[in-house]
């Protein structure tokens, strides 16, 4: 089996000749340049991954890009055959080459799924590798798990969060400038902050922070997040991302108490002392129930608790919206519970502001999984990043009430989808955990899941449908069948009853 890395060096050279070959063709033009498109953004995530070591040596992910380099091949041909004066174009009738450009354009997004399921697996695999004591992890660039980043976008964030009682606040990429004081949040001293964590109780690691449980000089217990990945979460870019979380204000969203920074000189200057990276570090509440992620991987909980979950989340994202964010990074892990098990949304590393219904990023960051298909081919970001995110979030907490769990992120969706289409839900489910009048409930939650994960954006229900549907309150149309699906020898195994 072919090296992933070896494979990953002929996709982007396949990449690059797909693009040459699509600047020249005479006819078929707006197939070629998507299929350019589509080809040229998941080789540069590709290329990304690369670099931070976390293929080398998987035979795991193989299959699936050996996979996509033959579909990039057959790409290329069809590509070539709509040139003017190409050889290949005598073979193909010219009335099937659009719907062979248009099957293959469909299968390239279909690989490329395949793909990021089979990255993601690995990823998985290695963190829990390492949470278990066993080895370390390869040499990277990127302290990175699941969460793709190629570059950062510089849209412009003004709408929600450009002034904060009275000031505005001037954003300079990675620039170090005077900032005005956060008047909102308290700022703490960093030899306190360090002194409440002193025991390292860390409690969780995203891909750019590790939060740890801590104790103040006043008593008040508080989970301390500390950034890790300076050279790209700057101090221009936390404190722009404070500022917008200093004003949400919902019982569904996580209250920021504050924050430290380590004072700095100018950006040459930090420039030269590449050995000391600067310390940013968030005061977030305490959530003593932990994460909705570990919830779903560790415990069973009856149908009225995940009911109450879902709906919470359901109603943070709704009011994000309402403000015009779109948090970008909507998942279990990014869900933590208090005392009561109420839900609430934090990590809003990767947090936009849309001015418009949506824009284009110069990147592709979020977690694999949860990234929806018009983001991960076109950087199409829109609220309906967060209901497809939320979709999936909600699959995979329903998953919780069956016999045997599905697999999780992005193809929990597929697996609960085939049941459904064989009408065959009731047998889903641990009747233990539910009374029988609760049933339709759950199956209507399912449904809306479906719904929020559908192929093409315009499908997906906005978050106020979302809630009315989970209530009763709307009626719920017919989910449709994913234009993307796992071929037969994997679909085959379903969910064991």
Known sequence: MADPVASVEKIVKLGLAIKKAADTVRRNEEECHEIRKRVLRFSAILSQLQQTGMMNNNPAMSAALEDLEETLERALELVTACQERSTIRRFIAAGDLSKHLQRVKDDILNKVMLASFAINTHTTIVLLTIQAGGVHPPPRLQQDTGVVEITQNSH?????RSEVDGERNN??????????????????????L??????????????????????LNDGNVVAIKKFKRSHYLGWARTYDQLLLVSKLRHKNIVKVLGYGHEAAGSFSVMRLFKGKEKEYIWVEEYMSNGSLGKIIRESRLDWSSLFRIIEGVAQGVQYLHEQHVVHMD??????????????????????EVLDDDEITHYAVIGTVGH?????????????????????ITLLETVSIMCISKPPRNKWVFLRFW?????????????????????????NRCVKVGLLC????RADRPSMADVLEMLNGK??????????????????QPQMRL
Not at 194 to 215: P, Q, T
């Open 171 to 192: 954003i300079l990429g990675e620039r170090v400038a005077s900032f005005a004081p956060l008047v909102a949040l308290k700022k703490f001293n960093l030899s306190e």
């Open 156 to 160: 412009s964030t003004d709408d929600a």
């Open 453 to 456: 994960t559908e192929s093409d």
């Open 194 to 215: 360090k002194a409440a964590i002193n025991d390292g109780n860390l409690i969780g690691r995203g891909s750019a922070c590790e939060v740890y449980k801590g104790v």
């Open 371 to 391: 990234i929806p298909p018009e983001y991960m081919m076109e950087s199409i970001v829109s609220r309906k990043n967060d209901v497809y995110a939320f979709g």
């Open 474 to 491: 709307k009626e719920l149309p017919t989910p449709k069948k994913p234009h993307y699906t796992i071929e037969e020898r994997i679909v």
């Open 418 to 442: 085939n049941v459904w289409e064989a009408g065959r839900m009731e047998e889903l489910f641990d009747p233990s955990l539910f009374d029988g009048s609760q049933l339709m409930e759950i």
């Open 330 to 351: 909507v998942k279990p892990a990014n869900i933590i519970l208090d005392y009561d098990m109420n839900p609430k949304i934090t990590d809003f590393e990767f947090s």
